[in-house]
């Protein structure tokens, strides 16, 4: 049996992701640890970025939103909401929008806004907050989230933030500048759209099947030519999650 959670799979296999340097806007929740894990192993020159205007945050402990005081301390600056996405996301400075959502369907397309019909929802969720604007002018977004089929329908009920649209083409065509999805991470695998923008698999973690993550997708899920084998989580990345990040187990629970 391992001796990490599902959460601390994904969130070191999201911090994977990050490269030094990179300029990240910070989600809450696991993006929120994925971040701050890999300023502290990989990337130590990560510059994060949360929504409430705070530039180049260097939180002492784990901020337990993007309000939190600690994201002042040590920062590079602070602006206006306004200047932030004005300013910054949409001027093309942003590399990396790391965020969290309800559904993501096969294109990519992200909900996080309600559950059934709009006019008459199943469930009501807080909505997108800055998710809207990071989906479109992030250079590459990642998305991290539980692998299961309610969660990966073939369409989203709502669509809060832009994946592909459609056709990968149709991302373009609509004007929207950023990137779009580049990763999902689950803790079964990481999907990665293919040249049509459609999700497919392209990794398993350790003792997960293509089965399994077939069988929690709600669309046929292929597999990508070379299929990869991500690496376990190390005893540095557990020990910073643990004692250092989130040890009252507040999102690794």
């Known amino acids: 049996m391992a001796d990490y959670s599902p959460s601390e799979l994904m969130t070191v296999n999201a911090a994977r992701l990050l490269r030094d340097r990179d300029v990240v806007m910070v989600g809450v929740g696991l993006p929120n640890l994925a971040c701050n894990l890999a300023r502290r192993t990989h990337a130590p020159n990560l510059v994060m970025i949360y929504e409430a205007g705070v530039i180049g945050a260097?939180?002492?402990?784990?901020?337990?939103?993007?309000?939190?005081?600690?994201?002042?301390?040590?920062?590079?600056?602070?602006?206006?909401?306004?200047?932030?996405?004005?300013?910054?996301?949409?001027?093309?400075?942003?590399?990396?929008?790391?965020?969290?959502?309800?559904?993501?369907?096969r294109l990519g397309n992200v909900n996080a806004t309600v559950i059934g019909d709009y006019a008459k929802p199943k469930v009501r969720l807080p909505g997108s907050g800055g998710a809207v604007e990071i989906a479109a002018w992030a250079d590459r977004c990642y998305f991290i989230t539980p692998h299961e089929k309610r969660r990966f329908p073939p369409?989203?009920?709502f669509v809060t933030s832009a994946g592909y649209i459609g056709p990968r083409a149709q991302r373009v065509q609509a004007g929207v500048r950023g990137g779009g999805p580049a990763a999902v991470v689950t803790?079964?695998?990481?999907?990665?759209?293919?040249?049509?923008?459609?999700?497919?698999?392209?990794?398993?973690?350790?003792?997960?099947?293509v089965?399994?993550?077939?069988?929690?997708?709600?669309?046929?899920?292929?597999?990508?030519?070379?299929?990869?084998?991500?690496?376990?989580?190390?005893a540095l990345e557990l020990r910073i999650l643990r004692e250092e990040l989130d040890p009252q187990r507040?999102?690794?629970?």
């Not at 402990?61 to 206006?80: N, Q």
């Not at 089965?211 to 190390?234: D, F, I, M, V, Y």
Request: aromatic content about 8%; overall charge negative.
């Open 250 to 253: 507040i999102y690794l629970s």
């Open 58 to 105: 260097q939180p002492a402990r784990l901020p337990l939103s993007i309000g939190d005081p600690t994201l002042v301390s040590g920062a590079i600056g602070v602006c206006t909401f306004y200047e932030l996405f004005s300013f910054f996301l949409q001027r093309g400075y942003i590399d990396v929008g790391f965020m969290g959502g309800a559904q993501i369907d």
């Open 187 to 209: 803790h079964l695998g990481i999907m990665e759209p293919d040249d049509s923008g459609e999700l497919v698999l392209a990794a398993l973690h350790p003792g997960c099947t």
């Open 155 to 157: 369409k989203v009920d």
């Open 211 to 234: 089965e399994a993550a077939q069988a929690n997708t709600g669309w046929p899920l292929r597999s990508a030519a070379s299929l990869r084998a991500t690496e376990p989580p190390s």
